[in-house]
């Protein structure tokens, strides 16, 4: 403050000294005493500032970069990790030319594990060593400009609270999109939520379908550091109903799993194979996958699972290329490490499950008993949410007059 008043009295005695015109020796001396105090006050100043700045860019370092003290896993720093390079020689490999450029691109960057960091909620479990608190949590993929859906879930299913008695916590996980000031944009409204709910992970990579197994991956990673000891996960889209009251029920009611031990359930396929036309979304080139077979997987609108059977899964990816197909890959870890996802009545992902009667489909008793469903519009979930909770909501009842029905029929 003080040196701001000596540049103020500086200039008024430069303003006066010119506007008088006088140039005697005793003016001049004490104009030049008062520069050479103006300028010593710049340079605090501008020292002080640069020191806020500096050392406000070494915590944030700090948070983002802060590698876990285990040999075992591997020493990546988050935010220095270098640019991933491009692997021209893929396309040596034999028919590569004859690939869609999407698939072409993959196997270019197929090897790139590691991405900068740009926004991260390292406080998200309370710390690593409080992590054992979080009961749940829930890891929604959204990409940046899903903002709607994020906004909803935040308010619905997703929201962070005490359900039973557990902690539920939640982090959407996201890569960037659009370009030049589109991109700037959409990264700016993830930093503006991230500040009002600190529930945003994002990295530096393209947030394309093919890119979906690398963002699950680089969540483990995450979880290692961060949250190595919560419970257990829900992993879904951001377009899902999840019924959190249910999972946690559903999760407590486990008699001899705390998460210590194998969970992995959803929507079990299996049976299954790369589809081999180049026209289908889920196309997969014998390049890339050369097996005809995949293993039973979960489908990947939302699955539950332990923090046992994370770590397995991490463990296991290290050693197993991506594959751009996230829901299969994670079968494939599953697979290697010789354990098996499970089908969950109440995991309706493939939307073959979802009563077809307009009627049905609104009932709010059937939403009741599910765990999850894929494919809803945020105004749905929104609606849903509340429906399902409504006191008068009567459900039992009507279950009981149609089983009454049944034995009457009999
Ligand atoms: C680049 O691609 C070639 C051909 O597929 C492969 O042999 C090599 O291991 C790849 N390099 C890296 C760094 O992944
Ligand atoms: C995945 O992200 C990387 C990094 O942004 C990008 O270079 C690559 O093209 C993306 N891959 C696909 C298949 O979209
Ligand atoms: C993961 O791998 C590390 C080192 O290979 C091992 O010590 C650890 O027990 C593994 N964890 C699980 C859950 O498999």
Known sequence: MLCFQFIFQVNMALLQWVYTGRRKWKGKLEVVALLIIATLCLLIILQTDFQGKKSQATRQYRVLTKPK????????????APQCERNSSVSKIQGFSTLPKLIQDFLFYQHCRHFPMLLNSPGKCGGPENSADVFLLLVIKSSPSNYERREVLRKTWASERLQSNMWIRTVFISGTTGDGFEKERLNKLLELENREYQDIIQWDFDDTFYNLTLKQILFLEWMERFCPDVHFL??????????????VQYLMGLDDNDGSKHLFIGHLIQNVGPIRHPGSKYYIPVQVHKSDR??????????????????????????????????????????????????HMGVKTAGLYIPSGQQEANNPCYYREVLLVHRFLPKHIFIMWHEIHREDLDCAKKTTVSVQNEIFMD
């Open 294 to 343: 995949y293993p039973p997987y979960c489908g990947g609108g939302g699955f539950l699972l332990s923090r046992y059977s994370s770590r397995v899964i991490y463990n296991m990816s290290h050693s197993i290329p991506l594959l751009p197909i996230d829901d299969v890959y994670m079968g494939m870890c599953l697979e290697k490490a010789g354990l098996a996802p499970r089908s």
């Open 234 to 247: 829900l992993n879904g889209d951001d377009d899902i109903f999840a019924n959190t009251d249910n999972m």
């Open 69 to 80: 003290p285990e040999p075992q896993s591997p020493a990546v720093f988050l935010s220095l």
